[in-house]
T-cell receptor, first 109, second 115 residues
């Protein structure tokens, strides 16, 4: 059973064109939702942790929000250097991080 | 740079062989996690160690094993390798608390190719 589903699988934006990535989760009693950025052939880079519905966190052009069923990663006025795969994960007690398959973002000049 | 180091960066070997991947966590982190990333499966949790003891197990095959040493570095041993074991293997570490939701910091990975 998929517990973390990310959409879209791939997204192409023009520089400056804002958009949102979605992460839907089905775990009960969420203990933490995580966003990571991964460049090709490199390890995931931690971006945000969200713990409860209504929580928001920002970092430069990125803003993560959380509801009871999903999380959004909003990208405002993206630049080409924002191109990467963005991964969402939920923490499962007695397990670790359960990752979605990611959204591959390409920002063109 | 996350502070997590992994060696080697690349490993090419043949089916049936055995390899060892090494990971050093960030300074002060007691938890180490191993993940496998393949194109079709995404990032999959394998196993967690905390201060030398196994704490959680994920989708780890019986042919795979790991351990964490007193100096907190960890090794992942993969044996009887198959073509399907070709993947990126990541190590991650997190701070002292052994359980609970906390961010994990990933190393640069080891790319394993089984021919």
């Amino acid at each position: 059973e998929d517990q973390v589903t990310q959409s879209p699988e791939a997204l192409r934006l023009q520089e400056g064109e804002s958009s949102s990535l979605n992460c839907s989760y089905t775990v009960s009693g969420l203990r933490g939702l995580f966003w990571y950025r991964q460049d090709p052939g490199k390890g995931p880079e931690f971006l945000f942790t969200l713990y409860s519905a209504g929580e928001e966190k920002e970092k430069e052009r990125l803003k993560a929000t959380l509801t009871k069923k999903e999380s959004f990663l909003h990208i405002t006025a993206p630049k080409p250097e924002d191109s990467a795969t963005y991964l969402c994960a939920v923490f499962l007690p007695g397990y670790a991080l359960n990752f979605g398959k990611g959204t591959s973002l390409l920002v063109t000049p | 740079d996350s502070g997590v180091t992994q060696t080697p960066k690349h490993l090419i070997t043949a089916t049936g062989q055995r390899v060892t991947l090494r990971c050093s966590p960030r300074s002060g982190d007691l938890s180490v996690y191993w993940y496998q990333q393949s194109l079709d499966q995404g990032l999959q949790f394998l196993i967690q160690y905390y201060n030398g003891e196994e704490r959680a197990k994920g989708n780890i095959l019986e042919r795979f094993s790991a351990q964490q040493f007193p100096d907190l570095h960890s090794e992942l041993n993969l044996s009887s390798l198959e073509l399907g074991d070709s993947a990126l293997y990541f190590c991650a570490s997190s701070p002292r608390i052994p359980a609970g939701a906390q961010e994990q910091f990933f190393g640069p990975g080891t790319r394993l190719t089984v021919l």
